[in-house]
């Protein structure tokens, strides 16, 4: 159409960079160049863009920025919008009707626009207020992030130049003029951060500085007309010329598909979190992609405490330590049974001679044995296992003499 500011999706413009740049940087910076309400923002961005991707800043140059970038917008429309959702609403609402002859088509979007307009009049008959309620959401949400912003007053007469103090960086307001350096005024009509901080410093509401398109005035005014109703089909007038035929279209076989073709890169999903496997060069099969671990065991990075090799230590140290105390309480319990099973009275110890003889010690004092011969003449003719857990002999006996 002509004189009218022509707008590019960025969606859709992403999606065409997207199949040859898919860096997540790139992506994160591409959205930062369309929101970019100044243009030395704009300019910084894409400067990070050429250093990162000499081709990836030329693709993008070659679009007239006026239609894509927030910060060479008309500021006639008073619409900051950078994605065709409009649009997109609109085919959702069609999409049944769209698979049906021309004719039916035209009636179901008759219908639809005739539903819309008598539900939205409705609407504005029960609403009070100056401003429409989406733009009376959107203004409360920067009024309380004016509260960031600090005005400073320049001492003019009218008590209208501000210049206002925050992060990034300061801007100059102009309350007579609706002007911000910020541009986000121009843009939507509504007050900035930045005027909503110099208005509070005034005491003017920020509702009585909205351009008058995005009043209720405007609001109603598009909501004036309505659309006349239409008989039935059998009812319509018959024309004397011919009816249109439809031209011969070789249908394929199949179902007829609703869905809209996606993209290589979009197979089984897709969207702004899209992953590819890089590495495979597989677009349809997407790995999934988890950040680094970390152990609740020993903090470290890199695994989890199910591979902890600290773990594995300390868990092979502790069942260590519990078998060792398992062996000596076993051990402690041996001992105990066979110090009760001899008479408590006796005081004597049975032990044995080199000569074969046994020999007895009072009051627990016993001679000492030597048993170097027999070990010398066991071990030439054949080794003899000794049972020491044999109970200790107490009396002397001759059957209880050691036998080689």
């Not at 920020?206 to 909501?223: D, G, I, Q, R, W």
């Not at 109970?391 to 002397?396: A, D, G, K, L, N």
């Amino acid at each position: 159409m002509p004189r009218v500011h022509h707008r590019f999706c960025v969606w859709h413009l992403w999606r065409n960079f997207n199949k040859n740049w898919k860096d997540l940087e790139l992506r994160g910076l591409l959205w930062e160049c369309a929101r970019a309400t100044t243009f030395q923002e704009f300019r910084d961005t894409m400067n990070k863009i050429k250093r990162i991707s000499e081709d990836a800043w030329t693709y993008l140059d070659k679009w007239p920025r006026d239609s894509w970038t927030k910060c060479q917008f008309s500021h006639k429309p008073k619409l900051d919008s950078i994605c065709n959702n409009a649009c997109e609403v609109l085919n959702s609402k069609i999409k049944e009707a769209r698979a049906k002859p021309i004719i039916t088509l035209l009636e179901e979007v008759r219908m639809f626009v005739m539903r819309t307009i008598a539900r939205n009049k409705v609407k504005l008959s029960n609403h009070v207020g100056k401003l429409p309620p989406v733009i009376k959401s959107r203004l409360e949400k920067v009024r309380k992030e004016s509260k960031n912003w600090h005005p400073i007053w320049t001492g003019d007469d009218g008590y209208e130049k501000f210049e206002v103090h925050g992060y990034p960086t300061n801007h100059v307001v102009d309350l007579g003029k609706n002007l911000c350096t910020c541009q986000f005024w121009m843009l939507t009509g509504i007050p900035c951060v930045h005027a909503c901080a110099a208005l509070s410093r005034v005491n003017k509401p920020p509702e009585n500085f909205c351009h008058p398109l995005v009043t209720m005035e405007s609001y109603k005014a598009t909501y004036n007309h309505h659309i006349n109703p239409i008989p039935g089909q059998p009812l319509w007038e018959v024309s004397e010329f011919n009816k249109p035929r439809a031209p011969k279209v070789k249908r394929p076989p199949g179902k007829l598909q609703m869905k809209r073709r996606m993209d290589s890169d979009e197979k089984h999903g897709g969207g702004k979190r899209l992953r590819v496997d890089t590495k495979n060069n597989d677009n349809t099969h997407l790995k999934r992609q988890l950040g680094k671990f970390t152990c609740s065991y020993c903090g470290d990075k890199g695994h989890t405490k199910r591979g902890c090799k600290k773990k594995r230590l300390a868990d092979a140290a502790a069942a260590a330590a519990a078998a060792a105390a398992v062996a000596e309480a076993e051990a402690a319990t041996k001992n105990k049974e066979g110090e009760g099973g001899g008479d408590p009275t006796a005081d004597q110890t049975c032990v044995a001679t080199s000569d074969g003889t046994n020999q007895q010690g009072e009051g627990g004092n016993v001679q000492p044995i030597d048993l170097a011969p027999i070990v010398t003449a066991a071990s030439d003719v054949q080794q003899v296992e000794l049972d020491l857990s044999q109970p200790t002999c107490f009396e002397q006996e001759d059957s209880q003499q050691v036998k080689m």
